[in-house]
């Protein structure tokens, strides 16, 4: 099975193919079901040509250093068979830009988007995409307003969901849901790793980073989404009680 990224039957067929590979749990089957749902449900069209040749240039250099092991060792599964035809044509980029940006996450977070803004199809109502992470990355605890999953593909990552919370380790074939505001942080350790990922619901364009202040109080950062699906801090401010209560952090 070759999947086309110009073919308007592909987020039917990638819907598929996530189905097959990943076994839900009692507390996120119905999530899995909105979100595969609405991507099988997905209107888009093929990207102009004129947004393949803003992006036009060489991929970060994580994925020459760690795409081509990463795709060595993935297991075969009927989303690596499906997505596996994609590596080579999504334009990758790096997630997170500017000074504010912390250690290796700058260059240890790279994405190449399949259905989105950025993608070979376009929509504004669902994004689909690939997400690699490079080894000893983390990265911090975050929120948005999205329903997301993560299906990995190859290597391992872990995954905790709360401040207090114990990390649950993730290895391809694995996968894991995160509702809407929960907060929730990624962490490689000596391995790459390899993700299919997709976001839909309310995708403003707010990424909000949780910041321990030197007091002990926590602050949380806005990384705003660009035009160009990259990511640059616009504002913070104290985390209040109500966010904590909503973010799934106790
Ligand atoms: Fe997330």
Redesign the pocket.
């Known amino acids: 099975m070759t999947a086309s990224p110009t073919n308007a039957e592909l987020p039917a067929l990638l819907a598929d193919a996530i189905a097959a590979t990943i076994t839900p749990t009692a507390t996120d089957s119905a999530m899995i079901d909105r979100l595969l749902g609405d991507l099988r449900n997905l209107s888009c069209r093929p990207a102009p040509p004129q947004s393949r040749d803003r992006h036009s240039g060489d991929p970060p250099a994580s994925i020459s250093r760690y795409l081509p092991s990463l795709a060595a060792a993935m297991p075969s599964t009927p989303a690596a068979t499906a997505l596996q035809p994609l590596f080579d044509r999504v334009d990758w980029y790096q997630i997170f830009d500017g000074a504010d940006i912390p250690g290796n996450l700058a260059t240890g977070l790279v994405a190449g988007q399949i259905i989105g803004g950025r993608g070979l199809l376009t929509s504004g109502d669902l994004y689909l995409g690939l997400f690699l992470l490079a080894p000893k990355v983390t990265y911090p605890l975050?929120q948005?307003a999205s329903l997301?999953i993560y299906c990995v593909l190859s290597g391992a990552v872990s995954i905790r969901h709360g401040r207090a919370k114990p990390a649950q380790r993730i290895q391809a074939g694995g996968h894991s849901v995160?509702p809407p505001h929960q907060v929730?942080e990624l962490q490689t350790g000596d391995e790459a790793c390899l993700i299919a990922y997709i976001w839909t619901g309310d995708l403003t364009g707010e990424n909000w980073w949780w910041e321990e202040q030197p007091d002990g109080s926590w602050d949380r950062v806005c990384w705003q989404r660009q035009a160009d699906s990259s990511w640059k801090v616009t504002h913070r401010e104290p985390l209040s009680p109500a966010e904590i209560a909503r973010s799934g952090d106790k």
């Open positions: 975050h948005h997301e995160t929730h």
